[in-house]
């Protein structure tokens, strides 16, 4: 118990807020942008200016996106890039339908699990050619384009060569967290001669090139998504794996396709919160609400400890079940629609103690890293909601040769447990961390969102949903009111939580809440910035404008016109 109180003096010395600010709660960094034409928030204001270019245009939020996107990739090569996976969730206003995209790759068919056996392996190795799955960011951006874009792809893709050809300045943040990312993936051949050009990642304000990523992007805005997926680039790209000792083959880039997937949802107190089902773990801040609206949050009050004491104990309920049962849906029947029912949620609900910390939870009996966010909303009522990453930060390490982007380590993801929902196998999709949201009232779209911070996202999606509609907050409110964030739920690739996990409280919880917690049973750290990346749109029906927010612990634009 000392020990805890010791650490919650030392964060409570560090307790600060925003500047004073005439509207709005102390924590806000600034008013949220409002305009009635369209809205682009993403990562970088690079990428949210090209968003806007392409929508003056005449493009349309799909068109929009994917160029952010691209840009993305580029200017924050920390966080995705075209070696990962893709996933969005797209209000179309035509049908007025939402359509959701899964851009996950799959595993090597030639790695089989008797490898990692034979080789002694408990857990997939982090970095490396072993983790390496294929990437679908490239193929995701060519299906939404297929099926909603309406500018050609050269135009769209076009920013992005340009400043990968010509330079860009680089971020503080993004400089910063380049240094960090090369400490251990320098070793990897191919890394140093696109990342550290002069014997050290850029710093900030250096201008940055990437030549070998213009070329590739140039040769897919011409050539499709067969220019990356089969030919000289696919060639180089298994090539280089497979003398580095990994199994990706020509045939798994020729091979991979993404799905159009129906979106998921649950009702909260009136919201439609939507989702995409596994290899995902979106359907966990489902769960999580849904055992949520059980009780009267907007009565306990936001930064209370009955608000982050039972908000806590729901999501390590919720996340048993993730250890469990997600996983890729064309290998194992993810019991979806059980998970996310009332009927269910009010069962799992017993187990929460109102003044006691759980330290374990089973999962339920049923019947059988760093990433970017962004989203972008157009003249005509389109709305993207896009997720993109790497894993890891900037991935496996694995570069190769002249292409100018790191390939993704999601296969770290499987597990090496036999019988396991998520158990490793050859052409497979693994868990995936990365999750775009979107809210809906009367049939209709409201609020486009997400965040990064791997494992950490169905929190913040929860506690978005939450600070919207229970604590009536703004949508930069929302994003820049202090987190909640618990560590050490069982994982979906093995282990099991037995003593609580940790709970991670950003600056601006009261002191006296804190010492409750501690108290109820909570193990308390400091931590800075519990999850980021946030940004989102909202719709506003009744004056026909949009409203834009964006992350402020980062380098997050939202801007519209």
Known sequence: MKKYLSLVLLLCATLSFAQDRITGKSWATRSEVIAQHGMAATSQPLATQVALDILKKGGNAIDAAIAANAVLGLVEPTGNGIGGDLFAIIWDAKTEKLYGLNASGRSPYDLKFKYFKKNGLSKIPAYGPLPVSVPGAVDGWFEMHGKFGSMDMQEILQPAIDYANNGFPVTELISWYMEQGAKNLQRFPGFKEVYMPNGHTPAKGEIFRNPGLANTLDKISRGGRDAFYKGPVAKTIADYIQQLGGFLSEKDLADHTSDWIEPVSVNYRGYDVWELPPNGQGIAALQMLTILEGYDLKSMGFGSKEYIHTFTEAKKIAFEDRAKFYADMDFYDTPV?????????????????????????????????????????????????????????????????????????????????????????????????????????????????????????????????????????????????????????????????????????????????????????????????????????????????????????????????
Not at 475 to 484: K, S, T, V, W, Y
Not at 493 to 506: A, C, R, S, W, Y
Not at 522 to 529: A, D, E, L, M, T
């Open 337 to 561: 629609a059980e998970l996310i029912s009332e009927q269910y949620a009010t069962e799992r609900r017993k187990l929460i103690d109102p003044n006691k910390a759980g330290r374990s939870f089973p999962a339920g009996k049923l019947k059988d890293g760093d990433t970017i966010y962004m989203t972008v909303a157009d003249k005509d009522g389109n709305m993207v909601s896009l997720i993109q990453s790497n894993y890891r930060g900037m991935g496996s390490g694995m570069t190769p040769p002249g292409l100018g982007f790191i390939l993704q380590d999601r296969g770290e993801l499987f597990s090496l447990e036999e019988g396991h929902a998520n158990v490793y196998e050859p052409h497979k999709r693994p868990f995936h961390t990365i999750i775009p949201a979107f809210i809906t009232k009367d049939g209709k779209p409201w609020v486009s969102f997400g965040l990064m911070g791997g494992a950490t996202q169905p929190q913040g999606h929860a506690q978005i949903v939450i600070n919207l509609i229970d604590f009536g907050m703004n949508l930069q409110e929302a994003g820049d009111a202090p987190r909640i964030l618990h560590n050490g739920s069982s994982q979906p690739t093995g282990g099991v939580m037995t003593d609580g996990g940790v709970l991670q409280l950003e600056t601006g919880i009261d002191y006296e809440v804190i010492r409750e917690l501690v108290k109820m049973g909570h193990k308390i750290s400091f931590n800075v910035g519990a999850y980021g990346g946030y940004q989102a749109i909202m719709w506003d029906a009744v004056n026909k404008v949009y409203y834009g927010a964006s992350e402020s612990r980062k380098d997050g634009q939202a801007a519209g016109y």
